[in-house]
């Protein structure tokens, strides 16, 4: 994403090491700077206009996967500037200025990696790029199942969901994915709040666990939200058609039985529904963000994401008064269509929620979209590749059930969750 308030950046993480500040990545809607480039043009065939250096994979791959959904057939610039971005070793920077210089493996980044898989796997014909990067998210996999933000971290519930979303798209079983006998499902587990938890935020997930000794982390509004997605057994673009007129079914824990055993697999992706599903009810049909020290206040990304996941299980009716609120607010987020994360989110929730995307609040996002990138190649029909991968995709979904804030910062977050605040949405919030 790109950075919300990047000049105080290092006060931030003080404060995190300090316990000042809440512990949670979901700082994306925070109002970034305009970014300053001086005279360094932005890369051609780059979706978005402002500073690519932490977020620039990010949204393209969120550009490629919602225009190539929307059949827009994208520029071969803009494709293959994503490709140009991968490493050597099969995963993707943030953004690299100069790809003939090699990247430096301990800045790799995961969250751009797994949205890269799915961009790329969307768009068809890119294979080799594909396997190279599933290999990369299989080899930096924690030993507890998870994934960092970036290699050699503790791992976080928003990146672990992602690689899991990379994984289902690529056809890769979540569970046969492991790491010292741990799954990539059981690393997502890790971060769910069950029945030891109170009993409102059962089915939540927090974005890292508390270090010993330190009171329980609690419930994560942008963990819950993307991990959703990934629990519900879905990836980008949503196309599930499990459809049911049912609310998601709340974790079911005997009375007076609580334990800290882990949500089971088969429950993980209706606790979780059930919880967003009130969460958004009690807060207006959005999410909110919470800073120490400042009023709260509605978290886009979150609630984008929670729509998906809602879709995803099974739940478009508790979805829809999320998707109704993004149509209705998500002009603010995405600046009136000139922040292309947040718009390409858009674009993805109104087709999952079988909206139409040209005419969302009243604005055509695909439109919107489009003019921040290179000229497509065509409009209104996908190339023969997307339509077969996109087709693949949605019956791999139905037979499987699988049912950088801020650079500045990394270096004082590393070891208590480097992801942190690299993984303050980098524009996913007013920036996934």
């Given at each position: ?65 919602a225009l190539t959904t929307a ?276 674009v993805l929730v109104a087709q ?46 139905k037979d499987s059930g699988i ?30």
């Amino acid at each position: 994403m790109l950075t919300a308030a990047r000049a105080g950046a290092a006060a931030l993480a003080a404060a995190l090491l300090a316990g000042t500040a809440a512990a949670t990545p979901a700082f994306a809607d925070i109002p970034s700077p305009t970014a300053s480039l001086g005279a360094a043009p932005l890369p051609e065939g780059l979706y978005g206009k402002g500073d690519p250096t932490y977020d620039a994979v990010w949204r393209q791959s969120l550009a490629l996967t919602a225009l190539t959904t929307a059949k827009v057939t994208p520029a071969d610039s803009a494709v293959s500037w994503l490709t140009g971005q991968q490493c050597a070793d099969g995963g993707w920077p943030s953004y690299r200025a100069d790809t003939a210089t090699a990247c430096d493996p301990a800045f790799e980044d995961s969250n751009a990696t797994a949205l890269a898989i799915q961009a790329l796997t969307t768009l068809g014909g890119h294979q080799d790029a594909v396997d190279k990067g599933v290999q990369w998210l299989k080899a930096n996999q924690n030993a507890d199942g998870s994934w960092a933000y970036n290699p050699g971290n503790p791992g976080d519930a928003n990146s672990t969901g992602l690689a899991v979303n990379a994984l289902i798209a690529t056809r890769n079983d979540p569970a046969g994915v492991a790491r010292a006998g741990r799954n990539a499902f059981d690393g997502l587990a890790v971060f769910q709040l069950g029945c030891a938890a109170p009993a409102d935020q059962r089915g939540a997930f927090v974005y890292q666990t508390a270090p010993a000794g330190a009171p329980a982390a609690e419930p994560n509004a942008l963990a819950s939200g993307q991990a959703s997605l990934a629990a519900a057994g879905g990836k980008l673009p949503v196309a599930n058609g499990n459809r049911t007129d049912a609310a998601p079914k709340a974790l079911a824990c005997a009375d007076g039985g609580a334990t800290a055993t882990a949500v089971p697999r088969a429950d993980s992706g209706e606790a979780v529904g059930a919880y967003l599903t009130e969460q958004l009810a009690a807060g207006g049909q959005h999410l909110t963000l919470t800073l120490a020290g400042a009023a709260p206040t509605p978290d886009y990304t979150a609630t984008a994401w929670a729509a998906l996941g809602l879709v995803q299980g099974g739940h478009p009716q508790q979805a829809a008064g999320a998707v109704d609120w993004l149509a209705k607010e998500g002009g603010n987020w995405t600046k009136g269509g000139t922040d292309a994360a947040a718009t390409a989110t858009l674009v993805l929730v109104a087709q999952a929620a079988q909206r139409d995307p040209a005419a969302f609040g009243g604005a055509d996002l695909v439109k919107q979209l489009t003019a921040l990138g290179p000229a497509p190649k065509a409009v209104g029909a996908p190339s023969a590749s997307a339509s077969a991968s996109a087709s693949t995709s949605a019956g791999k979904d139905k037979d499987s059930g699988i049912g950088k804030f801020w650079l500045l910062g990394v270096g004082l977050l590393i070891g208590i969750g480097g992801g942190l605040v690299l993984s303050l949405q980098r524009k996913r919030g007013a920036k996934l």
